[in-house]
């Protein structure tokens, strides 16, 4: 396990870095004039632009630049943020961000894994009846329309009808949070309880479960220890995941709602050159992926024992 | 041959019994009338939900033409006016106006006809490219790794990069977000199709066809294309509600369409400060996006279980 672990790490690491030289190759495709402030692009000359240019070190050739961003990473030195807050280091730009989005994504989470999984039980429970179907309309509309208009719904349905404020403000965090985090929940509840239907229904066809009936347990006996548990095995992988992924923001949510989180951030920092900024996002939310997938695999070891992952080969 | 009349009159215990030799029974042929795009469009239309929503949508599509010539606007020749902001859907402007004082009606079904255009060029465009990468990925052995590879490193970027990128340096318009989508989209079709054709490049009657000779194209359209229909149909159509979901999001974060091309993503974006107040603002656009989003799922979901062999008969 040991073994295998360390080796998938390197692996990782492999990936990572790659990743980080094609964002690194893809930022030098922006034109240069991206680098200056509106302002800074009517008055600076050509050649006070070169200039500046030439000292952040943009004019070397690709190679050198490329050694040079190696080199910081070797020393874990992300660099400085540029525009989005001058000087800043970028650890310290994205630490402040973090939090908030994170905050929002894992109370949202776990709303979506109770509530997600609870109907998916519940719609299994009451199949082809009235409750099954309000179950799949919902997990049909959530998934088939735009996640803005659903956005507009709620929003419309929340300020108007419920009173919530209609924009994320950090002086009222407890009730402005309440929309962001139900519309972050929405999709995310479709999403477990689509998946739990499914797998559920599947098991319930299976023969250990008529045994079980044939045995005499009651119907939630069988529902909970035997149906949900072997249904959670395919889902259980992407849990870890999910979570991981929170801290990464959701773009929309967090523009549609003005939140302070990171979703918006890596949209920003392309459209105002700060190379620094978007490179460590890329890594960062590579790596929170890549250790994602591994707690996943890790995760349903655990839960189906009859699985192992170092006699197979690994899906990444 | 047999017929139920032949047993009557026989005992109940009597199940075999000798038949005279016939030559034509004996020369018939096993036959069926089957078809398989007939049973597909047999089982597809046994579906009541699929074939309401089927007729919803060619009707959005029809009547967004009929509903530009017969409105009192045209798009092209809006003009603001802000006097005449916010007005109520009434019998001058039919959906109201915006908060310039254009007609809303003319804006809502042009741009119902971009998204709806967008979406379906998306889609048909991703599929082509992806069954044929697929089917290659899949099939020839030695591209293996190299297609897994490619596919590792566009995927592990987020594509909001992409997006914003050729934004920014290539342009914003119709053409330049269709191909981009186009051009990141095709990856999962083809992830999909090459796992298929994992599964039955070496069956053995694609081995016997490959010893008699058949040639590679006609393995891959006769012998394995057949088995992906309906995981190509599901993926393609359910690529129409993910496309006008991706693009009103990136209208929404103006790295979509340019503000000349309206789709209903812009629109929304273009209310999202009003339509708290005037609620017509939002009502008109988000019916019609979610109407061809939701009909666009049913039939996809219907088709692919209509056109999944295993299902018929």
């Known amino acids: ?316 | 041959m047999a017929k139920a009349s032949d047993f009557e009159g026989k005992k109940q215990d009597e199940l075999f019994y000798f038949v005279d030799y016939s030559p034509e029974e004996a020369e018939r042929v096993g036959y069926s009338n089957y078809s398989y795009w007939g049973s597909v469009i047999q089982n597809f239309l046994k579906h009541k939900a699929a074939v309401v929503c089927l007729f919803l949508f060619l009707f959005l599509v029809i009547f967004s033409f009929i509903a530009l010539a017969i409105g009192k606007y045209d798009y092209q020749t809006l003009v603001t006016d802000s006097s005449l902001a916010f007005r109520k859907p009434n019998s001058e402007y039919w959906f109201g106006t915006d908060n310039l004082g254009r007609d809303y009606w003319c804006q809502v079904w042009y741009a119902t006809q971009v998204s709806i255009r967008l979406a379906l060029i998306v889609a048909v465009g991703e599929s082509i490219l992806g069954v044929i990468i697929g089917l290659i990925w899949g099939y020839v052995r030695k591209l293996d790794r190299f297609f897994t590879e490619l596919y590792n490193l566009i995927d592990n970027v987020p594509y909001i990069i992409y997006m914003t990128l050729i934004a920014l340096v290539v342009g914003q318009s119709f053409t330049i977000m269709a191909v981009s989508m186009i051009a990141i989209g095709w990856l999962v079709m083809a992830r999909r199709v090459r796992n298929m054709v994992f599964m039955f490049r070496d069956r053995e009657y694609n081995l016997a066809s490959r010893c008699l000779g058949t040639p590679l194209w006609r393995v891959l359209t006769k012998n394995i294309l057949p088995y992906l229909v309906s995981v190509i149909i599901l993926r393609m159509a359910l690529s129409i509600p993910a496309t006008i979901n991706l693009e009103s999001t990136l209208s929404y974060l103006g790295i979509g369409l340019g503000i000349e091309t309206p789709s209903l993503g812009l629109i929304l974006s273009k209310v999202r400060g009003f339509f708290l107040d005037y609620p017509y603002l939002l009502v008109f656009p988000a019916s019609i996006v979610s109407i061809i989003s939701i009909s666009f799922y049913i039939m996809g979901n219907a088709f692919s279980d209509a056109a999944d062999p295993r299902n018929h008969v």
Request: charged share 15%; glycine share 8%.
């Open chain 1, 1 to 316: 396990m040991l073994k295998y672990t360390v080796k998938r790490l390197a692996q990782s690491l492999v990936t990572i870095l790659l990743i980080a030289t094609i964002v690194f190759l893809l930022m030098r495709c922006l034109p240069t004039d991206y680098y200056f402030t509106e302002e800074q692009l009517m008055k600076f000359t050509e050649e006070q632009k070169y200039a500046a240019l030439e000292a952040a070190g943009l004019t070397d050739p690709i190679g050198t630049q490329l050694l040079h961003f190696y080199n910081d990473l070797l020393h874990l030195d992300f660099g400085t943020s540029r525009r989005i807050q001058n000087g800043a280091s970028v650890v310290k730009v994205i630490g402040k961000k973090f939090g908030v989005s994170m905050r929002l994504g894992l109370i949202s989470a776990g709303i979506s894994l109770l509530v997600g999984i609870m109907l998916g039980i519940l719609q299994t429970a009451f199949k082809d009846k009235v409750f099954d179907w309000i179950g799949t309309a919902y997990t049909v509309f959530v998934n088939a329309v735009p996640s803005l208009v659903s956005y507009s719904l709620v929003l419309v349905f929340g300020s108007k009808y419920l009173g919530f404020p209609t924009l994320y403000s950090t002086r009222n965090v407890g009730p402005s949070s309440v929309l962001p985090i139900v519309c972050l929940s929405l999709a995310s509840i479709a999403g477990y309880a689509l998946w739990t239907r499914r797998y559920m229904v599947d098991e319930l066809t299976r023969d250990y479960i008529k045994l079980a009936r044939v045995k005499g347990l009651s119907s939630s006996e069988i529902m909970f220890k035997h149906v949900l548990r072997n249904a959670m095995v395919p889902m259980v992988q992407y849990i870890p995941q999910s979570i991981l992924l929170t801290v990464g923001g959701s773009l929309l949510m967090e523009r549609f709602f003005s939140v302070p989180g990171m979703g918006p951030l890596l949209t920003d920092a392309i459209q105002r050159y700060d190379l620094n900024v978007v490179q460590t996002l890329v890594i960062l939310y590579a790596a929170l992926g890549i250790v994602g997938v591994f707690l996943g695999d890790v995760l349903m070891m655990l839960v189906d024992p009859r699985i192992t992952l170092t006699g197979k080969e690994a899906a990444r």
